[in-house]
């Protein structure tokens, strides 16, 4: 998909320089990339401790001793 966008000079030439590439279009797919992948493991760990999957402490501790 062709966009037309305006970025900042200087933040376009830290980004090229942490992307370790001279290309635009590869710095900024790659930054694109690494929000979208830092979003989702924020949304994933967010699910920490907050799953009920229908067993207690109790009930895992006497699985792991019959087993």
């Known amino acids: 998909m ?3 966008i305006d970025i900042d ?3 376009m030439k ?9 290309v635009k ?6 930054a694109i990339k690494t929000y979208l992948n830092v979003k989702r ?3 994933l ?5 907050n799953y ?3 067993y207690t402490l109790e009930e895992l ?5 019959d087993g």
């Open 2 to 4: 062709r966009t037309l």
């Open 9 to 11: 000079n200087d933040l």
């Open 14 to 22: 830290d980004l090229l320089r942490e992307a370790n590439t001279g």
């Open 25 to 30: 279009k590869e710095a900024i797919v790659l």
């Open 41 to 43: 493991r924020e949304r």
């Open 45 to 49: 760990a967010s699910l920490i401790g």
């Open 52 to 54: 009920n999957f229908g």
């Open 61 to 65: 501790e006497k699985t792991r001793q």
